[in-house]
């Protein structure tokens, strides 16, 4: 069964609608949303666009902040800081990947961790190492919303990642364990990577790198989340396999449609949260 990653987005983002409409019922205040942009990045154009048009679907008001590319870490704190400050902004969100001078830990960390959609400041991380309630990395929280839109139950089962990142890898580790899950987190240095992932039921990939996952290195019946995004002769693919591996699995997302629209939904629901758990 292929994992429908824009129908459950569009249920997600209905819901936090929803929840927009009876906070700001509520609370009388409008939900607001910060993003800080550095540089001309084109892919994050993209991505922002993208993140500002959901914030105006669900009734969320969003703020951009542009800074030049030769902007230093000390321009970027101010603006940080006076995000921080401002009672009327719930959300910061500052666009990855900053150029290269800039010291991308020391700035999320600057960021008010209760203001920190994105899931990355240390704090948040913390509280989903020790299964507290947190503010949840946007990919890795849409991969586990999909698994339980389609019954998809951790519970018990073998979730092998093959990806070791702070944006995905990491921190979905840490929410299958959480789920009850058995974890083994591969990556580069893993000995005999395709054995592993043989013992899979529930494979996760996250590299980068087009169709990495072949079908010999699927168990019959495994649940297979596809994270990657990359560019092949001008089209978009998976780190997956997807023709090969699709008639061997029980469920697959593909790429694009699959974890892709996620991330932004869960930036919003993040969003919405933020707001929450400031009136409550």
């Known amino acids: 069964m292929i994992i429908d990653g824009k129908q459950t987005a569009a249920q997600v983002r209905a819901e936090v609608k929803q929840g927009v409409e009876q906070a700001v019922a509520q609370y009388g205040t409008p939900i607001s949303l910060a993003v800080l942009v550095v540089g001309e990045n084109p892919a994050s154009a993209v991505y922002v666009r993208n993140k ?20 230093t870490d000390e321009d970027i704190l101010v603006e940080i800081e006076r995000c921080n400050a401002d009672d009327s902004i719930h959300g910061i969100l500052l666009q990855l990947p900053l150029p290269p001078h800039c010291h991308e830990q020391d700035l999320l960390a600057a960021i008010d961790p209760d203001k920190d959609v994105d899931g990355l400041h240390i704090v948040q991380r913390g509280r989903l190492f020790c299964g507290l309630p947190a ?12 698994l339980s839109a389609y019954g998809i139950d951790p519970k018990g089962k073998h979730a092998v990642v093959v ?14 364990l959480n789920a009850n899950a058995t974890v083994t987190v591969c990556h580069s240095r893993t000995v005999d990577l395709p ?15 087009a169709g990495f996952i072949t079908e010999d290195m699927v168990k019959p019946g495994a649940v297979v989340i596809d994270v990657g995004i990359n560019r092949v002769d001008g ?7 997807y023709d090969a591996v699709c008639a061997k699995c029980s469920f697959i997302t593909p790429v694009p449609g699959g974890v892709g629209p996620m991330t932004v939904a869960m930036l919003m629901k993040n969003t919405l949260t933020a707001y929450l758990n400031r009136h409550q």
């Open 52 to 71: 500002i048009k959901a914030c105006a679907e669900v009734g969320i008001r969003s703020i951009e902040v542009r800074l030049p590319e030769s902007a």
């Open 235 to 241: 089209k978009l693919c998976g780190d997956v396999d």
């Open 195 to 209: 054995a592993v992932c043989r013992t899979a039921d529930i494979l996760c990939v996250a590299v980068g790198r």
């Open 163 to 176: 990806g070791r990142s702070n944006l995905v890898g990491k921190p979905l580790a840490m929410m299958l």
């Open 135 to 146: 503010l949840l990395p946007c990919t890795p929280y849409g991969v586990m919303t999909l």
